[in-house]
């Protein structure tokens, strides 16, 4: 909600069984940022937003 | 559960009236139901989050239910990125969007209500070290968290 660039979905899986081998959901919550960068389980908000983060194209610039 | 009980609506409308500010509106994209079912096309739970929706809706002046159909307005969810229903987006005081694929049970509830609560308000308790590295986002991020009903 903090960011019009950014479009948050939460997803039931048990009602889309297709998901589960695309993103070889094994345990959840799962969380898929621009199909690029994967974790499973919850974190700390400051965590959880590097993670997040560290999908977009500008971190990789930076090393 | 499909529908609230008589206890959890009153729960509920008493935490809208006292936390809602401004109003909420809520799309929900699902299919027609009728009689007929097209075979491959069934959305097995289309019709209890329509009715746990209008449920919600009905809680409170100040949120507004629209359900469109996702076979009739194929166009307007094509335009938004849904390709799976049910589907709920909520929209209020937010920037960006926040959406619901599958029927929104057990735990998904009250992560839907407080979004809709967060939707309200617009304060999202975020740190300000963490808003300004959103609002210093030079792309578009799509972030998917997929669960399982609890």
């Keep these: 909600m903090a960011s019009e660039r950014i479009t948050a979905d939460a997803v039931e899986v048990s009602e889309y069984p297709e998901l589960i081998n695309k993103y070889n959901i094994r345990g959840v919550p799962k969380i ?8 499973e389980g919850a974190l700390p908000e400051k965590q959880f937003v590097e993670r997040v983060l560290s999908a977009t194209r500008r971190e990789d610039q930076q090393g | 559960m499909a529908v609230l009980s008589d206890r959890d609506k009153e729960k509920v409308r008493k935490t809208f009236e006292e936390r809602l500010k401004e109003p909420v509106s809520i799309q929900l994209f699902t299919q027609h139901e009728s009689p007929l079912v097209l075979p491959g096309h069934e959305c097995a739970t289309c019709r209890e989050t ?4 209008e449920e919600v809706a ?3 002046d100040k949120i507004s239910l ?7 307005d194929r166009q307007e969810a094509e335009s938004m990125g849904i390709e799976r229903i049910p589907a709920i987006l909520l929209d209020g005081q937010v920037k960006g969007r926040v959406r619901f694929f599958g029927a929104p049970s057990g735990y998904e509830f009250s992560v839907l209500l407080q979004d809709i609560l967060d939707a309200s308000s617009g304060e999202l308790g975020l740190s ?9 986002l030079q792309e578009d991020l799509h972030i998917q968290v997929f669960t399982t009903p609890t």
């Design chain 2, 128 to 136: 300000e070290d963490t808003l300004r590295k959103l609002s210093e």
């Design chain 2, 50 to 53: 329509r009715e746990l929706l």
């Design chain 2, 66 to 72: 629209e359900v469109k159909d996702f076979l009739t």
């Design chain 1, 32 to 39: 898929v940022v621009n199909d690029r960068v994967e974790f």
């Design chain 2, 58 to 60: 009905g809680l409170s």
